[in-house]
């Protein structure tokens, strides 16, 4: 049932069903910039920024997918995708509702996932969570848009630890999908190991850090006669390798090893030679599907957190704790790497990422949200005013920042049957708009009017008003050899149009918005 539909979401917090090429679903708005926050680059690369985005996912991920100057920076380049989207439980919670019709949820994931699928790097993953109510509809959907063979895992997550006996059984575990466009074989060689602390220690305070001790010998079999001879322990102890087997290296090696401090001697001194070895990614774990709460923390502590951060009264309802999102960042990615979360909630993917050293863009669909939880934490992570969660695992102190953008207005404006064009699309701003609208053209840093944009050879000129035979006239002299234009002006005169085809063989005219829609198939519904 509306399968072939689209949604869009409306004023009132809902959400619309659509045909596929209705202008609210195909319309790329801006994102305008609405504040920022500690140390951020130059304004002409905000897209390199941190990023918080008010607005509806979907139309951000438009957004980020199609404006040039965004889709530098994320398609195709997104190292990990984490998102805790809505359960469709049935509940509502006092930030959100998470009670939609079952095609409706479908859908909206489905166009999300999409959108996300053009932002992840080949060797990225994808991280979805949920719960019982939808999980099992996603993983179809998931295999839809990703490819079966780009499942890696399911992940069950212990969230809480006490009985519901309310329920007919108590739920403890949630859910997530891990999926990786190059395949689990594949990036299992770029994700990252679990640090496997429990089997190192540093009993003789070693200034290199915790170590732990493994045998020197090997089978005879493929030894050298350099590998058999005999070792004094520093207590006056002789050792011969074991029996049937040989030393792991030569005399000489050893030796080396010794005077660097690499060698272990159990028993106080007269135990057989063991090898010091620091951790290293090698020694690290496979992570397992099961996640205890022990570990990786649970509901309670997300919402302790919270707590602390908002106070009792204001914390947000279903907030994640911090070490959970700590272990998936630190698989999924590097320093540096992009993380994105287009279910922005409380902020916890963007605060941890934030901590880890990682880039992030973070997108939440409610402002109240976002200047309720979202910006406030993460100008305390910023500030250093946040000791809670992850900082002190993660060594974070402060510093960094990051800007606020949030979704411009659309640039039609319906009327009866007809679209026009919206009150504030004048000037630079239409400009702007209209760039935005067409695939390929790049809007120019400084642009000289009318030209503000370009696709290879082909140049964009705007002209807010009526374009004359004298405006043509003006354009096509300005043209460089085999240069073309699409010239987009609010009307024109058919003269104008016929005198640009005349002397600029190739060069079009188009009205706005009328046959912007129609260049790219759309209809006003």
Request: aromatic share 8%.
């Amino acid at each position: 049932m509306n399968k072939d539909r689209s949604l869009i979401s409306t004023p009132g917090g809902g959400y619309e069903w659509v045909e596929r090429d209705d202008f609210r679903v195909t319309e790329t708005r801006l994102l305008r910039e609405v504040s920022s926050f500690g140390e951020i680059g130059d304004d002409l690369k905000r897209a390199q920024d941190n990023l918080l985005i008010s607005g509806d996912s979907s139309e951000v991920l438009r957004s980020l997918t199609r404006l040039p100057e965004f889709a530098d920076e994320y398609h195709g380049k997104v190292k990990l995708i984490y998102i805790d989207p809505p359960f469709n439980t049935g509940e509502t919670f006092e930030q959100y509702d998470d009670g939609l019709e079952h095609s409706v949820w479908l859908t909206l994931m489905r166009d999300r996932l999409t959108m996300l699928r053009d932002l992840l790097a080949e060797d990225g993953s994808i991280w979805v969570h949920l719960d019982d109510a939808e999980m099992a509809y996603c993983r179809v959907l998931l295999d839809e848009i990703f490819g079966r063979n780009s499942f890696v895992a399911t992940i069950a997550w212990q969230k809480r630890t006490t009985r519901d006996n309310r329920a007919a059984f108590s739920a403890s575990q949630d859910y997530i999908f891990v999926y990786a466009p190059s395949g689990a074989s594949n990036w299992k060689n770029s994700r990252n190991r679990l640090v496997d602390s429990g089997e190192f220690s540093n009993p003789d305070n070693d200034p290199r850090g915790p170590w732990r001790s493994v045998p020197m010998s090997a089978q005879a079999g493929h030894a050298t006669a350099s590998q058999f001879y005999e070792i004094t322990t520093p207590t006056g102890v002789v050792h011969s390798p074991p029996p049937g087997r040989a030393w792991t290296y030569s005399r000489e090696r050893f030796e080396e090893l010794r005077q660097r401090d690499l060698i272990y001697w159990p028993k106080k001194g007269d135990g057989k030679p063991r090898l010091k070895r620091f951790p290293t990614e090698g020694d690290g774990l496979v992570p397992f599907t099961l996640w205890l709460s022990a570990e990786v923390g649970g509901n309670p502590e997300g919402k302790r957190e919270s707590a602390r951060l908002f106070g009792d009264g204001e914390a947000f309802d279903t907030p994640k704790p911090e070490r959970l999102l700590q272990q998936v960042i630190h698989i999924a990615s590097n320093p540096g790497d992009i993380v994105l979360d287009c279910f922005g909630g409380s902020g916890t993917t963007a605060a941890v990422a934030h901590k880890m050293g990682r880039r992030w863009v973070t997108v939440e669909r409610k402002s109240d949200t976002v200047n309720t939880f979202l910006r406030p934490r993460l100008e305390k992570v910023v500030s250093g005013e946040d000791p809670g969660g992850v900082t002190e695992s993660a060594d974070w102190e402060k510093g960094g920042g990051f800007r606020v953008l949030e979704v411009g207005p659309s640039m039609y404006e319906p009327s009866e049957r007809r679209l026009l064009l919206a009150e504030w699309a004048k000037g630079e701003a239409f400009a702007e708009a209209v760039c935005a609208q067409l695939p390929g053209f790049r809007l120019d840093s400084s642009p000289e009017l009318p030209f503000v944009g370009r696709k290879g050879r082909q140049r964009l000129a705007i002209i807010d008003g009526l374009a004359t035979e004298s405006s043509v006239r003006s354009i096509v002299e300005s043209l460089q050899v085999e240069e073309r234009v699409l010239v987009v002006a609010k009307s024109y005169l058919r003269e104008a149009a016929q005198l640009l085809e005349d002397l600029s063989p190739g060069s079009r005219i188009k009205k706005a918005p009328q046959d912007l829609l129609d260049m790219k198939g759309r209809v006003l519904r």
